[in-house]
């Protein structure tokens, strides 16, 4: 064989190999395919998650997430929960469109939503954007928030093999306070701070023109939303869905739980049960009843047969419970 025939046969191969290495994930391969649908008419498109809490069965995929495909470009919001979550989309990306990921937003820094944004670092040049909060939620320091060092510990074990020892936190490129607009093509896609509500960096999309609203987990949708991390505060909670109502959009993606035309239903939902949750745990705080008292009288009937209600409705309650005392305690002071 001459020389160059070799050089030409070596090329060949790694040709192959190359396309070959594009295709095959890098991270542990899902085996359940993520649920994408199409907003009807626009260019956007959306991931949705299982409603229970992420576990071996359900691989992580929890959450929901999306893309804005515009002239420009493409705008992703949120990664979901594991590298092999974020890969999976990267794909599901291509399969529509060739054009660049230019921007990826994360809706708030809690595991569930950002551990897939490892693959969008690693694999496009998109900037990952998030309200300036999340710059807290590093691996090795401890926050009023979720603590990331031991919940990436704890999914580690809960998530192997998607989420494994390589599995790192990615903080973003760029935040902003309150609000930010990216003009990206024919799109504008608005920023809206709406925290510290569910978490202490919540944001919303809102995509103009086309209405739709990325709501990230201040609207949750059938399903008991997740209260338990110090920074929750369902007074501004409640602020922030009135915002939502305000905005009056024609399609909203929760952050958890189907998306919906009928945007108002959705973001009730979340209203009715922050409501109910706030109106057993005040009676309590008001006669001064022991939390596990007021937990066990309250009705719970309306969500007790509702996804995630055994792992969070009590973290919930007892949450509501604190923020309320420490609001009680505030007034009694004055
Ligand atoms: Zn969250």
């Not at 809960?158 to 599995?167: G, Q």
């Not at 009715?272 to 057993?280: E, K, P």
Request: glycine content about 6%; hydrophobic content about 40%.
């Amino acid at each position: 064989m001459t020389r160059l025939a070799v050089t030409m046969l070596v090329v060949a191969a790694c040709a192959a190999t190359s396309v070959h290495a594009e295709d095959a994930s890098p991270y542990a391969a899902i085996t359940i395919p993520l649920n994408i649908d199409q907003v009807p008419g626009k260019p956007v498109y959306f991931s949705t998650g299982n409603p229970g809490v992420p576990g071996k069965d359900n691989e992580g995929n929890t959450s929901n997430a999306g893309f804005v495909i515009t002239s420009d470009g493409v705008l992703v919001f949120d990664a979901l929960g594991t590298p092999s979550l974020g890969w999976a989309m990267l794909r599901e990306i291509r399969k529509v469109t060739d054009k660049k990921v230019r921007y990826v937003i994360a809706s708030h820094y809690h595991a569930d939503h950002i551990y897939g944004l490892q693959s969008f670092k690693d694999h496009t040049d998109a900037i990952i954007v998030a309200q300036e909060r999340a710059g807290e939620y590093r691996e090795n320091q401890e926050t009023a928030d979720e603590k990331a060092g031991q919940r990436l510990d704890q999914r580690r074990g809960a998530l192997f093999p998607w989420v494994d020892k390589d599995t790192r936190v990615v903080p973003p490129d760029i935040t902003f306070r309150d609000r930010m607009t990216i003009a990206l093509g024919d799109k504008r896609l608005t920023l809206l701070y709406a925290g510290p509500a569910h978490s202490s960096s919540d944001i919303m999309m809102l995509v103009e023109p086309d209405s739709v609203l990325f709501a990230g987990d201040i609207v949750q949708n059938g399903r008991i939303p997740h209260m338990n991390s110090d920074d929750v505060s369902t007074t501004q909670w409640l602020a922030a869905l009135g915002e939502v109502e305000q905005l009056n959009p024609k399609f909203v993606i929760p952050g958890h739980g189907k998306a919906s035309v009928q945007a108002k239903q959705a973001i009730t939902f979340t209203r009715d049960y922050i409501q109910t949750v706030r109106s057993a745990m005040e009676t309590a705080v008001q006669n001064w009843t022991d939390f596990d008292v007021a937990y066990e009288q309250a009705d719970w009937s309306k969500y007790r047969d509702m996804p995630a209600f055994a792992a969070n409705n009590r973290g919930n309650a007892y949450r509501i419970y604190l923020e309320l005392e420490q609001s009680r305690f505030k007034a009694d002071k004055q």
